[in-house]
């Protein structure tokens, strides 16, 4: 898909989709509970799509409709191969469950997962007892069963791994110790706590060093209703900043979400945020260079590097070295698609640097991730003259809507 923007005015409110990280843990967790737990305020992204086809195949029941979706628990099917799509969360949240239940399967996916170094899945696994071949890349097979216990782990790559294995050990028969070194992306383990408690797992967590996890907890079914993405909205939000006003209902300002760290961003660059319940408003300003470490919150990466390409001075980003291994090589996409757009970006090991710049018309390519698409819709609202992006289909991994929303709220510029 070939999308054609013109430089724009925006104005407009827009809903925010629902978060795909908190409805993904929803969904692993209502899989495993004995009943039935309805989930509202859902968004039917592809990666939840590949969640939601994981726990029909391990035996769970759905139905879904327009205001709702109830999942019935059951007996835990056995299955031989968790296919993954091109979701990395749910790789790494399934896995554990996965292993929980079947002792001899594979981790398969496609496209951009293919490319993407999961080493920390197997190194994860195995601390737990189970056998993984020692491999970068999937397809993987795993053998053995989880048991829990005493496990050492290194989350400086990715938190979603122990994301899984902290939504699994509660069912386990013996008590169990995490010892985590180097946690990046506090906020997303916060967020699986969080969604635990709701289904009435109790987890400690001392100083995100050692998490306590007791056996033989019971999942309890409840009713849930899942918060807006700070993600999805965060370049909307960021195009408003640098060119016009809109609101975006649907989100929780409390969010224990990591991008809600988007509010700060807004603020430390000068614009206008205005926060009701569940609500943000935000309007275009006068917009100076700002600093901000990201190492916590680095899906916000594109949306930032959009809002500071219409900052005046350089902004400093820390965090760039989250960006190696997500659908692309960020850091790298980013400078070379946004130079396209006559944006200067350097990076000199974990920090960025994007110097305000009069962004120019050009063709662009999202290579096939969606926050790339998103950012590079954010930066045409003030380029001089078209911007076409292409492979803008990508938006569909988690915003699938992105393309209508974006364009109704861009006003033609007179």
Known sequence: MRKKLIPCKIQGTVCAPSSKSMLIRALAVAML????????NFTLCDDVEVAINTIKSLGAEIEINKNEMQITGSHVSKITNLFCGESALCLRIFAPVVAFFSKDFLISGEKTLLKRNIDDVPQALTLSGLQCEDKK???????????????????????????????????????????????????????????LEKFGIKIINENYRRFFIAGNQNYSVCTLEIEGDWSGASCLLAAAATGGSITVTNLNPQSKQADAAMLDVLRLCGADVMIEENTITVEKNHLNAFEFDASDCPDLFPAIVALAANCKGTSVIKGALRLQNKETDRAKILMREFARLNVKIELKNDIMYIAG???????????????????????????????????????????????????EICKKKI
């Open 33 to 40: 509970c004995r009943g039935k737990t309805i989930i509202r």
């Open 137 to 195: 890349y999937l397809p993987l097979r795993i053998k053995g069963q989880i048991k829990g216990g005493k496990i050492k782990l290194n989350a400086g790559n990715t938190s979603q791994t122990l994301s899984g294995l902290l939504t699994i050990l509660p069912l386990c028969r013996e008590d169990s110790v995490i010892d985590v070194e180097n946690l990046n992306s506090k906020p997303y383990i916060d967020l699986t706590i969080n969604v």
């Open 357 to 407: 710049s009069d962004i120019s018309a050009a063709t662009v390519d999202t290579h096939g991730d969606h926050r790339i698409a998103m950012a590079l819709a954010a930066a045409s609202v003030n380029a001089n003259g078209k911007v076409i992006i292409d492979n803008a289909e990508s938006v569909s991994k988690s915003y699938p809507d992105f393309w209508t929303d974006f364009l």
